[in-house]
């Protein structure tokens, strides 16, 4: 039997703002699927990224037009192939989890053959502000125990030490995000930056260094190198902290001296174009978009925008 599918959003405001360093946003706009058969309902939900070319519109269309393909009786293993992956199929294979688990009277973690859920801890995110704001918002945040620092690039020395000495903890980790255009391959020294100030007390001493000698000159295969020699961490605190800070002070310089040199990302696989295309409703709610965009900039439509309206109208007929 199959499932009737409801699409919507819902706008979430976040508290002040979530700033990261492509930019800031005020709310959060979820897109929701529900699935249905008049007794159980199973819910799911998703928030699209631009960074991977999705909108709010394109998402809700794409799930549109499964409304036929899940009241054909459309399963969670059929999906996988219906759909490409990216937040439209995550919010309705969610849903149709959240059905299945109901409708059966079991933990979504049974139906998987999972292990049952336990706590995990997981970081708070400080966004990116100036040092005195991020210093307040990890002070505001002492009890969570794990803290996720955005970073920028320019002034993030003083923002890794305005958020560490907020901290001022062993008992409280946080770690650092770089910009994603910018992250380096290697570890960076602002993970230093924001580490405890003395090794926990349970940590058992660094273990001494092992040097692997050199294959003899007398073997037909080329000598293996020796194990780069890696030093100990340094026991004392006043030892520990001048590392510290010579991680920190190295922090103003990766804009012009990164670690690394730019990693290209793999191409995303095409997506298909009837997924993208506005259809029925979904064209129909673009269209409405467009004018009330119009109607808030009081400036006429570029002939860019004309012509994806009129294209809507024509989109707006086809089901």
Known sequence: MGLSLTVRTERWPIAGSFTISRGAKTEAEVVLAEVGDGTHTGRGECVPYARYGETVAGVTAALEVMREAVAGGLTRQQ???????????????????????????KPVDMLAGLSEPRPVVTAYTISLDSADAMSE???????????????????????????????????????????????????APPLLAVAPSAPPPSMPPAPAPRVESPAPPTMKTAPRPATPVRGATPAGNLALGDLLDRGIRTLDTLPKTPLSNPVALPEQPPVPIEVLLYRGRAAVERAREIRDEARLSGAPLSDDRLAELFDLIDLALVE
């Open 79 to 105: 999906l996988q192939d219906a759909m490409p992956a990216g937040a439209a199929r995550n919010a309705l294979d969610c849903a149709l989890w959240d059905f299945d688990a109901k409708a059966s009277g």
């Open 137 to 187: 918002a990890a002070r505001k945040a002492s009890s969570r125990k794990l803290l996720k620092v955005k970073l920028g690039g320019a002034g993030d020395g003083e923002r890794i030490r305005a958020v560490r000495a907020s901290r001022g903890t062993p008992a409280a980790p946080a770690a650092v995000q770089a910009p994603a255009a910018a992250a380096p391959a290697a570890p």
